[in-house]
């Protein structure tokens, strides 16, 4: 089965609502874009060190 299916069938647009207002609450307006630069500067290191490590990879290889 589509795990992206059991997902959606589980998860509803009123729990998603939920999870954002109660994200809200804790964290307040300011600090949510902090958090997600943070995330996204760590996403963009993680795909620079899985690309560099291919690279180091390729390199070994020849």
Do not use: C, S, Y
């Not at 509803?12 to 995330?39: A, H």
């Not at 690309?51 to 020849?62: C, F, G, V, Y």
Request: net charge neutral; no cysteine.
């Amino acid at each position: 089965m589509n795990f992206l299916g059991i997902f959606l069938g589980i998860v509803g647009p009123w729990q998603i609502g939920l999870v954002v207002v109660v994200i809200l609450l804790l964290f307040g307006g300011k600090k949510i874009p902090e958090m997600m630069r943070g995330l996204g500067g760590g996403i963009k290191e993680f795909k620079k060190a899985t690309k560099d490590d291919d690279d180091t990879d390729k390199l070994e290889e020849k």
